[in-house]
């Protein structure tokens, strides 16, 4: 019965591979997000799907590409895979129609590329 | 924009002591702030929000902040810390503007000693 799931838990690669992890959430939200935690632990925003539409997409490389299939679900690819994408990836979910705002996160996908 | 200032990247606090976190946030419309807990190789788990309700918001394990406009501050506290305090805190903000990303501080680790 957990919330929000993602897969795999780790992931290592080496350098030019593509990859892909996948978010599901089981709450019911219509808003999905994806993290990035650097090496600093610094969290900042990549990706947000509401409704399985693209609402937010900050600075990152079109090497990454998101990917909702429906709104419990928010994939990430990676192509052409970098030593700095090394971090670890969180999912995250929220109802769009709340007062709370808050989101609900993944247990994280640690990618290290060698 | 939005942003958020966590003072002090590290904290050590004796078991029973005061924990004492800061978060001060920036904000050109009434935010809705959040502090996260991470534990080692988890996710980020919800301790508690303010979300222009009351100004003392309680929380999860023993956890409250306050909500000082004045002060733009949202410090979380919690009277007598426990060896299982120990673990990394996020302060985020968000604005009700549609866009919903969490923008988070940079954390403090809490340490507890015994």
């Known amino acids: 019965d957990t919330a929000v799931s993602q897969t795999p838990k780790y992931l290592v690669t080496q350098m030019g591979n593509d990859k892909s992890i996948k978010c599901e959430q089981n709450?019911?939200?219509?808003?999905m997000y994806w993290y990035k935690q650097d090496s600093k632990k610094f969290l900042k925003i990549m990706f947000s799907?509401?409704?399985?539409?693209?609402?937010i997409n900050e600075t990152v490389p079109n090497r990454f590409s998101p990917k909702s299939p429906d709104k419990a679900h928010l994939n990430l690819h990676i192509n052409s895979l970098e030593l700095g994408d090394s971090a670890v990836y969180f999912c995250?979910?929220?109802?769009?129609?709340?007062?709370?705002?808050?989101?609900?996160f993944g247990p994280g996908t640690r990618l290290t590329v060698t | 924009a939005q942003s958020v200032t966590q003072l002090g990247s590290h904290v050590s606090v004796s078991e029973g002591a005061l924990v004492l976190l800061r978060c001060n946030y920036s904000s050109s419309v009434p935010p809705y702030l959040f502090w996260y807990v991470q534990y080692p190789n988890q996710g980020l788990q919800l301790l508690l929000k303010y979300t222009s309700a009351a100004t003392l918001v309680k929380g999860i394990n023993g956890f409250e902040a306050e909500f000082k406009k004045s002060e733009t501050s949202f410090h979380l506290t919690k009277p007598s810390a426990h060896m299982s305090d120990a673990a990394e805190y996020f302060c985020?903000?968000?604005?009700?503007?549609?866009?919903?990303?969490?923008?988070f501080g940079s954390g403090t680790r809490l340490q507890v000693q015994p």
């Open positions: 799907y509401n409704n399985k539409e693209l609402i």
């Open positions: 709450l019911g939200h219509d808003t």
């Open positions: 995250a979910s929220s109802p769009y129609r709340t007062s709370g705002y808050e989101q609900y």
């Open positions: 985020a903000v968000t604005m009700d503007t549609g866009r919903r990303a969490l923008t």
